[in-house]
């Protein structure tokens, strides 16, 4: 199953992922050493932890002396929104071993979520691929922030450039998606979504919230959509047996045609 | 942060982590997807990545203490978006975002 064309393949996706990872993991263990966790500390969060966006959050709430329930409730929340992507792949992991599916459901990430799920909708895909591309951008992350870590404040990385690369990331995997009608609902209600929450002072569960309100709004889309679709054809379908009845009793053999021209025109 | 506050964060946000990642997978793994569940599926990487850049951009009032340099992300990201549809590249996204973001720090 792990050949060297798959591990080639898998190396080739990752490769923007491991060094965006390197431009943000860098900052994130420079910002974990300020609040005097150490290298292996560091290495433990990402290991088992394994979260872009809560590992900044962690030392962030924790300068701002948020106490420790609250710190662990909004990162929690916040990474609630990994429970929509384990969702999406499980027609993906369907037939492939237990053991697989877990592993790669457990290090999935945003943006290796976004690589792997356009790399199944091109074909020529696979879980153990898509696995080998969350290692790999794992490595990346926890190697990236253990020497962030050590370095400490030594150098002057101005952190809100640096996470900047994270924003970029997500943007380009937004602008890569399909924009039909639907989607465009999508993303305009999410949007909404997390500036209303922000709004109101709910940030943590706001990405959460944002997500959810936006598929909603777009199945509400697809299916008011779905329903003009049946009933103009239901309408037509009845024009049209209305009018062959009427024709069928001239004994007009060109019925169809001309019951179907009806209908249209109706 | 003691190691003691450390163990707490890393256990349970860890463990809250492992369950979102990996139980919605297997509960839906191997049955039959109802057509509207995996049409509402489908939905979710427009309207996750939406609410993700949104996160990161969009702030109430963030304006309101003037337009410059407040800016910045904002012209920053249009940028990204003209890289992104020209290369549909996440690397070269990420450098031209990073890039434009410290060069409008600058000016």
Redesign the interface.
Known sequence: MICREHIRDAFHAAVPIMLGYVAIGIPCGILCDSIGLGPLQVFLLSALFYSGAGQFMIPNMYLAASPLASIIASVSLVNTRQMLYSASFAPECQGVSKRLAFFFAATVTDESYGVSTAKFAEGGWSVDRALMVNLLSQSSWALSNVAGALLGGAIGIPLNIAAFAMTSIFICLLVTQRMTSANIVAIVLAMAGVYACKAVGLTGPAILVGALLGVAGAMAYASARDRRIVERSAQMDAARRADAVGVAGTGDGASGGAGAEGGVRR | ?S?G??W???V???L???A???????L????E?PP?L????G??????????????????GMLSAGLWPAGI?LV??LC??A???KT????W??V???AS??LL?LI
């Not at chain 2, 839906?28 to 049955?31: E, P, S």
């Not at chain 2, 995996?38 to 599926?41: F, H, K």
């Open positions: 942060m190691w506050e450390f707490v964060v890393l349970v946000c860890g809250t982590m492992l979102c990642r990996v139980l919605p997978l297997f839906l793994k191997g049955r997807l509207t995996s049409r509402a599926l939905f979710i990487p427009p309207a996750a990545f939406a609410a993700l850049v949104a996160n990161d951009l969009l702030t109430p992300p920053a990201a990204v978006v890289v992104a549809c549909k590249s996440l690397l996204s990420a031209a975002g990073v973001y410290a720090t």
